[in-house]
């Protein structure tokens, strides 16, 4: 549902996970915090992940989530850019 909801924009990048919830367009940090609080309202523990990633010929910053099932933690990537 976040995915479908929310439309890629580097320029437009809530900074909580009240405002992310809300959030029609953001960044990849939108997308990991609005993932996480609908993960979590449904007692999902779930983490925001800070790195690096490979685009093109360099690294740049990137958030994502990590979700824990009981027995490990799983990498959940909802940001597509476009």
């Given at each position: 549902?976040?995915?479908?909801?929310i439309?890629?924009?580097?320029?437009?990048a809530?900074?909580?996970?009240?405002?992310?919830?809300?959030?029609?367009a953001?960044?990849?940090?939108?997308?990991?915090?609005?993932?996480?609080a609908?993960?979590?309202?449904?007692?999902?523990?779930?983490?925001?992940?800070?790195?690096?990633r490979?685009?093109?010929?360099?690294?740049?910053?990137?958030?994502?989530?990590?979700?824990?099932?009981?027995?490990?933690?799983?990498?959940?990537e909802?940001?597509?850019?476009?």
């Amino acid at each position: 549902s976040v995915r479908a909801r929310i439309r890629p924009d580097l320029g437009a990048a809530p900074t909580d996970a009240r405002a992310a919830i809300d959030a029609t367009a953001g960044d990849c940090t939108t997308y990991a915090l609005a993932y996480a609080a609908l993960a979590r309202a449904r007692g999902i523990p779930t983490r925001i992940v800070t790195g690096l990633r490979v685009d093109g010929d360099r690294l740049v910053r990137h958030r994502w989530a990590v979700s824990g099932t009981g027995r490990a933690w799983i990498a959940v990537e909802v940001f597509l850019p476009s």
